[in-house]
């Protein structure tokens, strides 16, 4: 089994997906940022598009569903909370699985930062479509979730395989890593911040990330670790997310 995978910048700082499962030559794209950019991409790989596959309902995600799917006549897969804003033509929840030709992707489902937020996971090529839950050295904002279940969403995607590939829906490490400096003096830590200034001064992106490099670097996932007080592992983690809300690096 192989997944082929492009990435592509849009928007002000969104990542765009498209995928394609070379047994079949099955093709889809993970969340709908941007109508123009993903249907722009499909066309430099001659791909079609059989499958758009949604990670939550916020607009930079499933807003260019419509269109999409009027262009491709791609099927639509997501939470329920997708039809909020956007067409949807199967609904899968947490423990489902979404088939695109021999790759099988689960469904993790990872509220928090929407109710319904999910996660698509193939587990023979150990690569994660992570939408707005984790980012590189960062999460996504609590915006609709608690802190306890942000923190349950988050230990899901950290027991995954270290060497998971993980890809996340934004480019916001650099601001994500000023944070995590502040707040993580670890030598490996200091060393990634250093390696993502220079990254983005080069004009690179620094997504994909690991599960491994996550577990060693992203304060959120490290909040136990780095609580000064006692209690439990998400207060620890709702410390931090607080403290990144009103972080002004
Ligand atoms: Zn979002
Ligand atoms: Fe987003």
Sequence with gaps: MTLTVRQFPCLSDNYGFIIRDDASGQTACIDTPDAGAVLAALKTESWGLDFILNTHWHPDHAGGNAEIKAATGAMIVGPAEVTRIAPLDRTV???DTVDLGETRFEVI???GHTLGHITYFDDADRIA???DTLFAMGCGRVFEGTAEQMWTSLQRLAALPDETTVYCAHEYTASNARFA???DKDSVVKARTE???AARQRGEPTV???IG???????FLRAPLLATAGGRDYEAFGAIRSAKDNFRG
């Design 93 to 95: 929840a947490d423990g």
């Design 213 to 219: 490099l996550e577990k060693a670097t992203n304060p």
């Design 195 to 197: 390696a993502v200034f």
């Design 181 to 183: 400096l502040s707040v």
């Design 129 to 131: 479509f992570v939408g």
């Design 109 to 111: 489902g990872c509220g």
């Design 208 to 210: 994909p990330t690991t």
